[in-house]
């Protein structure tokens, strides 16, 4: 197993930077900030009551913005799901497609996933392979704040791929959002300590390539796509859903102080004191990962949280008073 910090922050910044726009099948394409790519009608081999068009990104430069011709209708204060299927054979762990909604077709799409906005991996970011004859389906939620129409956009990111997409829709969540499962253990205990006994001594560092960090597992480059996991609950912590289509860097974090209501942590704290330690709660964390995907490579991320007796927003206040203590 290979613990390593936490090293890169990733951040999209989309500029009003574009391309002359095509359109085919309703789909419109805006290339922005140096994305290259094409939008086309070559659907041969998809099924025709699905596929209407074929998008495909040439370089790993930019965005994608692909912007539906109709307008729907939308009252304030109403959500609407949004479904768009798609499906692709080539796309890596490096491609994100986002579906959003905006009051003008002309506007920028947000990129930020709100917290009513069907923010599961499966249904808002990465993109899935399918088999041959297989569709996905991408959906987001939106609300709308006043009246008036909204247009739909599928927003691309990353390496080179080719996706098929049909005919988005419109539709009421009330009738039509899924309730989710919750989160099983596919391990216990000891089955987990049995398979880490056969797996390899592991390694993990940072190293400089032409003057940029590049995380090292075994010595062998890797992407930095790190599943965030929350905690392994009933309710969060999917690590193996992201095993299952490759990703197992994942994060695990673990508190030293008050954590209390801590959903991300779900542990009791690390650091009791002065000279004090319960160390035994990060392999508790671990472990809970560990039964959901005991190939996983962990990133160990301590939280560094005031005490429940000082509060949680006393910021200096709170770390110059710990030190006093000795904590």
């Given at each position: 197993?290979?613990?390593?910090?936490?090293?890169?922050?990733?951040?999209?910044?989309?500029?009003?930077?574009?391309?002359?726009a095509?359109?085919?099948?309703?789909?419109?394409?805006v290339?922005?900030?140096?994305a290259?790519?094409?939008?086309?009608?070559?659907?041969?081999?998809?099924p025709?009551?699905?596929?209407?068009?074929?998008?495909?990104?040439?370089?790993?430069?930019?965005?994608?913005?692909?912007?539906?011709?109709?307008?729907?209708?939308?009252?304030?204060?109403?959500?609407?799901?949004?479904?768009?299927?798609?499906?692709?054979?080539d796309?890596?762990v490096?491609?994100?497609?986002?579906?959003?909604?905006?009051?003008?077709?002309?506007?920028?799409?947000?990129?930020?996933?709100?917290?009513?906005?069907?923010?599961?991996?499966?249904?808002?970011?990465?993109?899935r392979?399918?088999?041959p004859?297989?569709?996905?389906?991408?959906?987001?939620?939106?609300r709308?704040e006043?009246?008036?129409?909204?247009?739909?956009?599928?927003?691309?990111?990353g390496?080179?791929?080719?996706?098929?997409?049909?005919?988005?829709?419109?539709?009421?969540?009330?009738?039509?959002?899924?309730?989710?499962?919750?989160y099983?253990?596919?391990?216990?205990?000891?089955e987990?300590?049995a398979?880490?006994?056969?797996?390899?001594?592991?390694?993990?560092?940072?190293a400089?390539?032409l003057?940029?960090?590049?995380?090292?597992?075994n010595?062998?480059?890797?992407l930095?796509?790190?599943?965030?996991?929350?905690?392994?609950t009933?309710?969060?912590?999917?690590?193996?859903?992201?095993?299952a289509?490759?990703?197992?860097?994942?994060?695990?974090?673990?508190?030293?102080?008050?954590?209390?209501?801590?959903?991300?942590?779900?542990?009791?704290?690390?650091?009791l004191?002065?000279?004090?330690?319960?160390?035994?709660?990060?392999?508790t964390?671990?472990?809970?990962?560990?039964?959901r995907?005991?190939?996983?490579?962990?990133?160990?991320?301590i939280?560094?949280d005031?005490?429940?007796?000082r509060?949680?927003?006393?910021?200096?206040?709170?770390?110059?008073?710990l030190s006093?203590q000795?904590?």
């Open positions: 197993m290979s613990i390593v910090k936490p090293f890169v922050v990733a951040a999209f910044l989309a500029a009003c930077v574009y391309e002359p095509v359109a085919f099948g309703q789909w419109r394409l290339l922005r900030d140096g290259t790519g094409t939008l086309d009608q070559q659907t041969d081999g998809q025709p009551e699905v596929a209407c068009c074929r998008v495909v990104k040439t370089n790993g430069l930019g965005m994608m913005d692909l912007i539906w011709k109709e307008p729907s209708a939308g009252k304030a204060d109403k959500t609407y799901l949004l479904k768009v299927p798609y499906r692709t054979e796309a890596s490096a491609n994100l497609l986002l579906l959003r909604a905006t009051n003008q077709p002309e506007d920028l799409p947000s990129l930020k996933a709100t917290a009513d906005a069907f923010a599961v991996w499966t249904g808002q970011s990465l993109v392979n399918a088999p004859g297989q569709w996905d389906t991408r959906m987001a939620s939106w709308a006043q009246e008036g129409p909204f247009t739909l956009h599928l927003v691309g990111y390496n080179p791929c080719t996706i098929w997409l049909g005919t988005p829709t419109v539709e009421n969540p009330r009738t039509v959002r899924p309730t989710f499962r919750d099983a253990d596919l391990h216990d205990e000891s987990v300590r398979i880490l006994n056969q797996r390899l001594p592991g390694s993990a560092r940072i400089s390539h003057g940029r960090p590049t995380l090292l597992i010595e062998q480059p890797v930095p796509t790190v599943y965030k996991g929350v905690n392994a009933r309710e969060y912590g999917d690590y193996a859903a992201f095993a289509h490759g990703v197992h860097l994942a994060n695990v974090a673990v508190a030293t102080g008050d954590t209390t209501g801590h959903r991300q942590c779900n542990t009791d704290a690390v650091w004191g002065k000279d004090r330690f319960a160390l035994e709660q990060n392999d964390a671990l472990l809970r990962a560990l039964r995907n005991p190939q996983a490579q962990v990133i160990l991320d939280r560094i005031p005490y429940k007796d509060g949680r927003k006393r910021g200096q206040a709170s770390f110059r008073w006093a000795g904590r």
